[in-house]
Nanobody, 124 residues
């Protein structure tokens, strides 16, 4: 079992930066892939980024490549995944969710555990 709690969302102007955190508890955290998804009002939840359990492999959706960086800290029971977001655009607005699963995947159905989400709003 993995429990996930996101934080770090907020209101930022276009071009600004935010860092999201996802604190995980559960004995299997270090063995799961961690992903970030986002959902804008009236839209489907979409993949943003994923990192494998060692932290050595990452994938991003095309629209955030070069602007967002996913990382994780498995050491010392910190069990936290980060999403550093830069050069934010209004289209990045949405609720951001972290998720845990056994596969590195871009589809939400591959993830077994989800956080409650954190709101990111980018003003123009």
């Amino acid at each position: 079992q993995v429990q996930l709690v996101e934080s770090g969302g907020g209101l930022v102007q276009a071009g600004g930066s935010l860092r999201l955190s996802c604190a995980a508890s559960g004995r299997t955290f270090s063995r799961v892939a961690m992903g970030w998804f986002r959902q804008a009002p009236g839209k489907e939840r979409e993949f943003v980024a994923v990192i494998n359990w060692t932290g050595e492999t990452t994938y991003y959706t095309d629209s955030v490549k070069g602007r967002f960086t996913i990382s994780r800290d498995n050491a010392n029971a910190k069990n936290t995944v980060y999403l550093q977001m830069g050069n934010l655009k209004p289209e990045d607005t949405g609720v951001y969710y972290c998720a845990a699963g056994w596969l590195i995947a871009a589809i939400k159905e591959s993830y077994n555990y989800w956080g409650q989400g954190t709101q990111v709003t980018v003003s123009s």
